[in-house]
């Protein structure tokens, strides 16, 4: 998805977010919950050291402006340094287009990227591709073709839009799915209210989705605008939204005890997470490829969101989250 520059910096994050707000770290639904980080300890990987030689490798990388591509920036470097590579990171540039603007300029050699953003925003198209699979070949053929940009293997979790509500809220009016709200909204049209960032209602991949796929219009009045980053507490205080747009490995859903509304209609179309690299420095260097893909394989959704909130709800270091997730998972010694 498009992600905007809205998010607080994470530190500003923390500060907000861990009033009241207890560590998730402890959390059952946690992957990590208790003693060895937010991966549980020992993935029982080969050590990247023992598997790859990038010593004769200097590679330039760059991420968003938000937690979550703060961390797998991490992960890229940290990984490519142990497999014996020389990497430059470039962090924060700006959201939605700033890394992809640096790809194509040249000044960075690769950037995590998300599928749903490239293939609506980069390459143009109007309709997404609703099937996971398809839509990442139809951006890993495009993208290669008309831009020279190389597409790795992406990692298993989705991070794509979602509505939550509070927990006693989405106890108390039985919503578990999408299918729920929607029932509410059109039962409930002075209850349906609706906290959302700037883009989110007017973008074809943004509430228009929801509204096609459930057969709903929500009310214009009903909405109310705000930076991203207050949204997930807005939600869980009920003021003054009852519901909340999200990204759905966003940390904060766990540790405000969000509840998640199932998509069960597959509404919100998918954001893959890989790797973009300019393809003549694939061709040259393809064990860096190998070496990406590898230490994203095991990051599905629960994992990410774990991630994610070990850095703004528990407000540890991006960089010591990396490592940590490295070290667990057996690539690093």
């Not at 530190?11 to 977010?17: E, I």
């Not at 968003?64 to 991490?74: H, R």
């Amino acid at each position: 998805m498009q992600r905007t520059s809205n998010r607080l910096p994470w530190v500003a994050l923390v500060a907000v977010l861990t009033l009241g707000v207890s560590a998730c770290g402890g959390d059952e639904t946690s992957p990590g919950g208790g003693g060895g980080g937010p991966t549980g300890g020992g993935g029982g990987g080969d050590l990247l050291s023992d598997q790859f030689d990038l010593s004769d490798v200097e590679i330039r990388i760059g991420s968003k402006d938000f937690t979550e591509q703060l961390i797998l920036g991490q992960l890229a470097k940290q990984a490519l340094e142990a497999a014996g590579a020389t990497v430059e990171l470039t962090e924060n540039l700006p959201s939605p287009a700033g890394a992809r603007d640096a790809l194509l300029a040249g000044e960075v050699d690769a950037a995590w990227e998300y599928t749903g953003t490239a293939y609506i925003n980069y390459l143009q198209h109007d309709t997404p591709i609703d099937d996971p699979t398809e839509q990442y070949e139809a951006v890993r053929d495009e993208d290669l073709e008309q831009n020279n940009i190389f597409w790795t293997e992406p990692a298993p979790f989705d991070d794509t839009y979602g509505l939550a509500t509070r927990r006693d809220f989405a106890d108390e009016n039985g919503l578990e799915t999408l299918a729920d709200v929607a029932s509410f909204v059109e039962e409930n049209p002075d209850q349906a209210t609706l906290c959302l960032d700037s883009t989110f209602g007017s973008r074809d991949d943004g509430l228009v989705r929801f509204e096609d796929a459930y057969g709903v219009t929500w009310p214009d009045d009903q909405q109310t605008v705000q930076e991203f980053a207050i949204i997930y507490q807005a939600t869980a205080d009920g003021d003054p939204c009852n519901f909340g747009e999200v990204f759905t490995t966003d940390g904060r859903i766990q540790s405000l005890d969000l509840a998640l509304m199932e998509d069960v209609e597959s509404a919100f179309i998918s954001y893959l997470s890989a790797v973009q690299i300019n393809n003549d420095f694939n061709e040259a260097n393809p064990d860096v490829a190998s070496v990406l893909e590898a230490i994203s394989a095991p990051i599905d959704e629960a994992l990410m969101t774990a991630l994610n909130a070990q850095v703004d709800v528990d407000g540890e270091f991006p960089e010591d989250v990396a490592a940590q997730y490295l070290e667990d998972q057996g690539f690093v010694g």
